[in-house]
């Protein structure tokens, strides 16, 4: 592990690419302005074409300033695809470790946590979504570990409230996908001025995808239940609409 800078506190590269925070604000705050103008620039120039001059001029440092944070524009990728890959998979083993928590639990708190970190990121899980064809091929299997393990969660969540009856029976592989995509599209259309917070709209949508799941074994299905819950389903699709306007 290879220390990147010793002054006004370190950091660090890890042996897998990634880069570890700094220990001083103001430097981790410019560390972060780097990341977001590197992932711009990768996106409208090109990762190939983008220099590390265009990235110092973007934010108004001199070249050699950007060398306190990173060495080259590769180490600026791999943070971008820690911050937004491995990072959230971190924390999805966390809370599989986390004991006391039933599927429901557990599979509300990855959704409506995920949703929130991913709106509240700025425009870095679209930006690296686009990059995805650009990545280096040194960098291609830390960027899919991270996405298989977050994939992987949910599989596994799903499958384990299908086994305790909490959910019932669906392909968990399918729906894994289905749940996920629900989470990752709040991204396109999320506007920081809109009335809904980042947190409320984790809240709903967890709602929805929970409601898809959850058994009724021990409901009456006669037509006022089925009436109940399709009037529920509509009025989560309303709230829905009236962010997207």
Excluded at 58 to 63: P, V
Excluded at 111 to 126: A, K, P, Q, Y
Excluded at 159 to 164: A, L, P
Aim: hydrophobic residues 40%; contains cysteine.
């Amino acid at each position: 592990m290879a220390q990147m800078d010793g002054s006004a506190g370190a950091e660090y590269l890890d042996r897998d690419g990634s880069v570890r925070a700094s220990t001083n604000p103001r430097k981790e705050l410019v560390r972060e302005q780097l990341i977001d103008i590197a992932a711009e620039l990768f996106d409208s120039k090109g990762y190939v074409q983008t220099s590390i001059n265009d990235i110092a001029q973007a934010l108004g440092l001199g070249r050699s300033a950007v060398y306190h944070y990173f060495r080259n524009k590769e180490e600026m990728l791999a943070a971008l695809v820690e911050s937004e890959a491995l990072t959230p998979s971190h924390r999805l083993q966390e809370l599989m470790a986390e004991p006391g928590l039933s599927p429901t639990e557990r599979l509300r708190r990855a959704i409506v946590d995920g949703i929130v970190r991913r709106l509240s990121s700025g425009s870095r899980f679209i930006l690296l979504s686009r990059l995805e064809t650009q990545i280096p091929e040194a960098l291609g299997p830390l960027y899919n570990q991270g996405r298989r393990h977050i994939y992987d969660f949910y599989v596994r969540c799903i499958s384990d409230g299908i086994t305790s009856g909490e959910f019932r029976t669906v392909d968990p592989k399918v729906t894994a996908f289905a749940v996920i995509g629900m989470a990752n599209w709040t991204s396109r259309w999320y506007s920081p001025s809109g009335a809904k917070t980042p947190q409320e709209i984790g809240e709903i949508i967890a709602d929805m995808a929970l409601a898809g799941l959850r058994a009724h074994h021990d409901q009456p299905r006669d037509a006022e239940a089925v009436r109940q819950t399709i009037s529920g389903l509509r009025q989560q699709i309303d709230e829905l609409e009236k962010l997207v306007k």
